[in-house]
């Protein structure tokens, strides 16, 4: 095989397009023809002492590599699937085991779908079953427990199989021997230590969230006594969630129209560090479907209905909540930066507490990875928030057989710079996963390793069925913007949905102004481009689209749409003949 690195398939227009918890670099369930390395990159002679080596003339020479990937999200079961596709020389193809505890993949962009109908339960959260029906890949449900990196003794090896590198202990003792580990597990919901939001908050991080989210809507809909729905945090998440469930409110009419929708955010405005225009475009979704965001809120915990500690004002507290008396229902207590004196640094400090009744709260504030809580089962250098440390190769600091990726492992953007580490969202996962899938082929071959260099791809949300804000990472001057805005082209790409440019002059000179006064930074007046309303959300589902982990489930999404989309049709020709 060449050690010449070929170029990666051509990417298709859909995957230029990411949100914050979405995004890639390449598909990787497309068949190659060849083994490809990530476009762009340079291999780097990075093969570590000791790491296993296979193929014709070693010792292993007949013996397959064991690769066992951890996680099965966007990191893990696109690596697997693009480790499967790689062409490999005869004798080192290896067998893959992906582990995840959950019987169903989910593509979290699509979970505010499930929401508000527009996508069935086996598009958004398909099984693995399904997914990996084609290839033979090993998939086992279960949870991890521990990682030895060295495999235990025998009592009676078998002499035909040489010993593991090491060991992966599930929760029911069983033990799946690796040559090579991936530890892709993904995040979770953290609670940042707030009392009282792992008992009564709902995350929303996976397919059963989002069904529980879904189902709370509807009794409060049929309900028809009002009630109070509250989003925390103001990222990408809570305001695509927050914009999704008013519409779905909204769109149920009767009693769902009175159910009120608040986002609180500590920060001074929504989608912080987030592209200008997109904010514009989710502030203005948010007040047309009638959400209330209150800015410089700090949540300090979440009791039982009517019991806050030291509150007067239960008649108010029952009025913000439904009749229903949902189980999910709580009273939030949060204090406002504009209530706090100027020398005070929050409640303790005199800050006046708030009380909001509310019959469902959803917790989108905040991940952590999945690694932080069981640091003693996994024996690899962790940072304080609990990410596995990795090489720019992706490989596990100091290991020479173990690779780590997505919300797990702390990523640095420029393998130059490794202190600018990268975010943990889905874009980033995409595109280590095809770095990943390369470097473990490249490890077993004994091939340069490449290192891992992020490239963005831009942003994209959704606020709505047919609404979408998408942000493309095009560098526009700022005069050239104010000319295209002011030329006759200017109308006609407003009335389409594109947005050159960031906010007009006044509007980002006041912002940043605002900002700076706070001692905080501000991206208001980046320059790009900004697509938002119906043409938004025909690209970012057409990314989505591209995007699926295999060919089959590209065909099971695009012909459901296009039967939604025919149905829609129906619908509204049968109201005009009406």
């Keep these: 095989?060449?050690?010449?690195?070929?170029?990666?398939?051509?990417?298709?227009?859909?995957?230029?397009?990411?949100?914050?918890?979405?995004?890639a670099a390449r598909l990787v369930g497309l068949r190659t023809a060849g083994s490809q390395a990530p476009h762009g990159s340079r291999a780097v002679a990075t093969q570590a002492a000791g790491s296993p080596a296979f193929g014709p003339g070693t010792s292993s020479g007949h013996h397959s590599p064991r690769v066992v990937v951890l996680g099965g999200g966007f990191g893990g079961l696109y690596a697997a699937v693009r480790l499967e596709q790689l062409m490999w020389p005869r004798g080192n193809k290896p067998q893959i085991t992906l582990v995840d505890q959950s019987d169903r993949f989910v593509f979290k962009p699509l979970l505010y779908e499930l929401i508000n109908g527009a996508a069935s339960a086996d598009e958004v959260s398909p099984s693995f079953g399904q997914l990996l029906a084609p290839y033979p890949i090993r998939f086992v449900q279960a949870q991890v427990a521990s990682v030895a990196t060295a495999a235990p003794l025998a009592d009676a090896p078998d002499p035909d199989v040489p010993d593991a590198a090491g060991a992966v202990t599930l929760?029911?003792?069983?033990?799946?021997?690796?040559?090579?580990?991936?530890?892709?597990?993904?995040?979770?919901?953290?609670?940042?230590?707030?009392?009282?939001?792992?008992?009564?908050?709902?995350?929303?991080?996976?397919?059963?969230?989002?069904?529980?989210?879904?189902?709370?809507?509807?009794?409060?809909?049929?309900?028809?006594?009002?009630?109070?729905?509250?989003?925390?945090?103001?990222?990408?998440?809570?305001?695509?969630?927050?914009?999704?469930?008013?519409?779905?409110?909204?769109?149920?009419?009767?009693?769902?129209?009175?159910?009120?929708?608040?986002?609180?955010?500590?920060?001074?405005?929504?989608?912080?560090?987030?592209?200008?225009?997109?904010?514009?475009?989710?502030?203005?979704?948010?007040?047309?479907?009638?959400?209330?965001?209150?800015?410089?809120?700090?949540?300090?915990?979440?009791?039982?209905?009517?019991?806050?500690?030291?509150?007067?004002d239960e008649e108010e507290l029952a009025a913000g909540t439904s009749a229903a008396a949902l189980p999910t229902a709580c009273v939030v207590s949060y204090s406002l930066a504009a209530d706090a004196p100027p020398a005070a640094a929050g409640a303790a400090a005199g800050a006046v507490v708030r009380n909001v009744g509310a019959d469902l709260v959803v917790w989108t504030a905040?991940?952590?990875?999945?690694?932080?809580?069981?640091?003693?089962?996994?024996?690899?250098?962790?940072?304080?928030?609990?990410?596995?440390?990795?090489?720019?190769?992706?490989?596990?600091?100091?290991?020479?057989?173990?690779?780590?990726?997505?919300?797990?492992?702390?990523?640095?953007?420029d393998p130059h710079h490794p202190a600018h580490t990268?975010?943990?969202?889905?874009?980033?996962?995409?595109?280590?996963?095809?770095y990943a899938a390369w470097n473990v082929w490249a490890a077993i071959n004994g091939r340069?390793?490449?290192?891992?260099?992020?490239?963005?791809?831009?942003?994209?949300?959704?606020?709505?069925?047919?609404?979408?804000?998408?942000?493309?990472?095009?560098?526009?001057?700022?005069?050239?913007?104010?000319?295209?805005?002011?030329?006759?082209?200017?109308?006609?790409?407003?009335?389409?949905?594109?947005?050159?440019g960031g906010a007009e002059p006044e509007a980002a000179a006041s912002a940043a102004g605002a900002a700076a006064a706070a001692g905080k930074s501000s991206a208001v007046g980046d320059s790009g481009v900004t697509v938002e309303g119906p043409l938004a959300q025909l690209m970012r589902r057409g990314a989505y689209l591209y995007r699926q982990p295999t060919n089959e489930q590209r065909l099971n999404v695009a012909a459901s749409w296009v039967r939604l989309g025919l149905e829609a049709a129906a619908s509204l020709a049968g109201g005009s003949r009406r």
């Design 1 to 23: 095989m060449q050690r010449t690195i070929s170029r990666m398939q051509r990417l298709g227009l859909g995957s230029i397009f990411a949100g914050d918890w979405t995004g």
């Design 422 to 434: 990268l975010p943990a969202t889905a874009q980033v996962a995409f595109q280590q996963a095809d």
């Design 171 to 312: 929760a029911d003792g069983t033990q799946l021997p690796y040559d090579f580990l991936v530890v892709a597990l993904g995040g979770q919901p953290d609670s940042r230590g707030v009392p009282g939001v792992k008992e009564w908050a709902v995350p929303f991080a996976g397919y059963e969230d989002a069904l529980r989210v879904k189902g709370t809507l509807d009794l409060l809909s049929d309900a028809g006594t009002g009630g109070c729905v509250v989003v925390v945090g103001a990222g990408y998440s809570g305001v695509e969630l927050a914009a999704t469930v008013a519409e779905r409110l909204r769109a149920r009419g009767g009693g769902g129209a009175g159910v009120a929708v608040k986002v609180l955010t500590p920060g001074s405005h929504i989608l912080e560090g987030c592209p200008e225009g997109q904010r514009e475009a989710a502030s203005k979704a948010l007040a047309d479907l009638g959400v209330e965001v209150l800015t410089g809120a700090r949540v300090l915990g979440l009791s039982p209905p009517l019991y806050a500690a030291g509150s007067d």
């Design 366 to 413: 905040g991940t952590s990875p999945a690694t932080r809580e069981a640091r003693a089962g996994f024996p690899f250098p962790v940072n304080q928030r609990g990410a596995i440390e990795t090489e720019p190769t992706l490989r596990v600091s100091g290991s020479g057989n173990v690779f780590a990726l997505g919300d797990t492992a702390v990523a640095a953007a």
């Design 448 to 500: 340069p390793l490449l290192p891992f260099k992020y490239q963005h791809l831009g942003s994209m949300m959704a606020l709505g069925q047919t609404n979408a804000a998408v942000a493309l990472p095009i560098p526009v001057p700022s005069a050239l913007a104010e000319a295209v805005r002011s030329s006759p082209l200017g109308p006609l790409l407003s009335a389409a949905g594109v947005r050159v």
